[in-house]
């Protein structure tokens, strides 16, 4: 059974970086890419940028460009998603899914609070 | 503002048949094929069409898809209570480089 559970929520302060971890279990984790998606409070989905299997690609939407990394632990089965210099506006419940265009299964998904 | 359009809300009785639109561009749902995500409040989405007109396994078939030109819609046919939730159309746009999503239509089961 497909499973992707996520690290648990955060609060940071204007200006600092958050890490989301990712971890993948009930399939073989280097066959699919990862996509992460987020939802501010009362909005719609906004697709951050995307994985490929085994690393070898990543596409992030230009609105995070500069500002996001995503990356994964194959041998954790781990993807994460690291966005720098948070501001209010980053505050949103952040998704991972199996592939590229959000996908079959998703995370439940990490409240990330930005607040000073 | 989204890229891609749909009707912020749409209703119907139970039974009705109920259509969501969701409008692009040449650069994105002219071009490639559209996925469908149902979302209940403070849950994940869910993938109910994918590849314009599939749908996954355990999704009933009362959903379907369909697209033509730069728009695409999605059906829900003999609407029943539990169909009250959220939908989005997503889809890759070519021009952005980048997975773009409808702003979402609150179905409302009256």
């Known amino acids: 059974q497909v499973h992707l559970v996520q690290s648990g929520g955060e609060v940071k302060m204007p200006g600092a970086s958050v890490r989301v971890s990712c971890k993948a279990s009930g399939y073989t984790f280097s066959n699919y890419g990862i996509s992460w998606v987020r939802q501010a409070p009362g909005q719609g989905l906004e697709w951050m940028g995307w994985?490929?299997?085994?690393?070898?690609?990543?596409n992030y939407a230009p609105k995070f460009q500069g500002r996001v990394s995503m990356y994964s632990d194959t041998s954790a089965s781990t993807a994460y998603m690291e966005l720098r210099s948070l501001r209010s506006d980053d505050t949103a419940v952040y998704y991972c899914?199996?592939?590229?265009?959000?996908?079959?299964?998703w995370g439940q998904g990490t409240l990330v609070t930005v607040s000073s | 503002q989204s890229v891609l359009t749909q009707p912020p809300s749409s209703s119907g009785t139970p039974g009705q048949r109920v259509t969501i639109s969701c409008s692009g561009s040449n650069s994105n749902i002219g071009t490639n094929t559209v996925n469908w995500f149902q979302q209940f409040p403070g849950t994940a989405p869910k993938l109910i069409i994918y590849n314009n007109n599939e749908r996954p396994s355990g999704v009933p078939d009362r959903f379907s898809g369909s697209k033509s030109g730069t728009s695409a819609s999605l059906a829900i046919s003999g609407l029943q209570s539990e169909d009250e939730a959220d939908y989005y159309c997503a889809v890759w746009d070519d021009s952005l480089s980048a997975v773009v999503f409808g702003g979402g239509t609150k179905v409302t089961v009256l």
């Open positions: 899914a199996r592939g590229r265009i959000g996908g079959d299964y």
């Open positions: 994985i490929s299997s085994n690393n070898v690609y990543t």
